[in-house]
Nanobody
Framework: QVQLVESGGGLVQPGGFLRLSCAVS????????MAWYRQAPGKVRELVAS???????NYAESVKGRFTISRDNAENTVNLQMNSLKPEDTALYYC??????????????WGQGTQVTVSS
């Protein structure tokens, strides 16, 4: 079993910044990809940013230029630097680890989430 623990959420004013961290109980270098998702009240969970094991990154259009995903394989952590935060960034942010299965497909692991609230 793989455990993911997020931290770094909180209340911040518009234009502010936060840095989320995700500690993983297993080597992240063995994962197919690592990602951050978010879910706002009444909305579906959406991908915010992802990074493959090869280092390829992908961002939601709404966060491009403001958020940066990074990983530390030695520490088994994945971070999300969020700058120029907007009220619409308010959501519960989840860390995701995706493991490729031997034959085909993937298995996803999720953290419990960390709340980010952007408000004046």
């Amino acid at each position: 079993q793989v455990q993911l623990v997020e931290s770094g959420g909180g209340l911040v004013q518009p234009g502010g910044f936060l840095r989320l961290s995700c500690a993983v109980s297993r080597s992240i270098s063995s994962m197919y990809s690592m990602a951050w998702y978010r879910q706002a009240p009444g909305k579906v969970r959406e991908l915010v940013a992802s990074m493959s094991s090869a280092g390829e990154v992908n961002y939601a259009e709404s966060v491009k230029g403001r958020f940066t995903i990074s990983r530390d394989n030695a520490e088994n952590t994945v971070n999300l630097q969020m700058n120029s935060l907007k009220p619409e960034d308010t959501a519960l942010y989840y860390c995701n680890a995706r493991r490729a299965l031997i034959l085909s497909g993937f298995h996803d692991y999720w953290g419990q989430g960390t709340q980010v609230t952007v408000s004046s």
